[in-house]
């Protein structure tokens, strides 16, 4: 069984400029989750869905960023324009619809924003 | 609001000797408490948790982990590090219902041969 993948590994950009980060859940997952990690410091919650739908945006760190998950499948995070702070890991996670169910990560996508 | 210190930024220990990395929570209601380690240039992988029942909790490689609900604490254990083990490792909490996992900052873990 394939695990949540993640695209790009790594993106470096340009203040101002726009990044867009892909996530693919563990097949029949409904739940995805986006997290970050900014150097040394806690892992941060960033939006859940549960299919197409946003459960929990509590944790997006303003309208900069845009996340959307069509259809209930893959899920995007966009970065729009992109500022200093926002350079971190930004990890994916999927996981099956129960509230005691561990998240399944991917890889995480290293974005550094110069 | 939910949240979760792990006080110690890294951890030393002898290959062979016990380990502890440390875990305190707050949380409202009953927890649900996990364990994940991440590897060099990898993601986090799940260790192990504790949703209910017997507070002595076996994972994956070889650890544990202790629920303590009076010193809310959900401290990792493996009785003998190996070199293998060195990782960062990060303790986890959630509350009852699909309230959102909210992490700690994570603790180095360095075992020396």
């Known amino acids: 069984e394939a695990g949540v993948t993640q695209f790009p590994s790594h993106s470096v950009i340009e203040k101002g400029q726009t990044v867009t980060l892909r996530c693919d859940p563990i097949s029949g997952h409904d739940n995805l989750y986006w997290y970050r990690r900014v150097m040394g410091k806690e892992i941060k919650f960033l939006l859940h869905?549960?299919?197409?739908?946003?459960?929990?945006e509590s944790g997006m760190p303003n309208n900069r960023f845009l996340a959307e998950r069509t259809g209930g499948t893959y899920s995007t995070l966009k970065v729009q324009p992109a500022e200093l702070e926002d350079s971190g890991v930004y990890f994916c996670?999927?996981?099956?619809?129960?509230?005691?169910?561990?998240?399944?990560f991917g890889e995480g996508s290293r974005l550094t924003v110069l | 609001a939910q949240s979760v210190a792990q006080p110690e930024d890294q951890v030393n220990v002898a290959e062979g000797n016990p380990l502890t990395v440390k875990c305190t929570y707050s949380?409202?209601?009953?927890?649900?408490l996990f364990w994940y380690v991440q590897y060099p240039n990898r993601g986090l992988q799940f260790l192990l948790k504790?949703?209910?029942?017997?507070?002595l909790v076996k994972g994956s490689y070889g650890f544990e982990a202790e629920f303590n609900k009076s010193q809310t604490s959900f401290h990792l254990k493996k009785p003998s590090a190996l070199v293998s083990d060195s990782a960062l490792y990060f303790c986890a909490v959630r509350g009852t219902g699909f309230q959102k996992l909210v992490f700690g900052t994570g603790t180095r873990l360095l075992v020396s041969p």
């Open positions: 949380v409202s209601g009953n927890p649900y």
């Open positions: 996670a999927s996981s099956q619809r129960t509230s005691a169910g561990e998240l399944f």
């Open positions: 869905f549960v299919k197409e739908s946003k459960q929990d």
């Open positions: 504790y949703i209910t029942g017997d507070n």
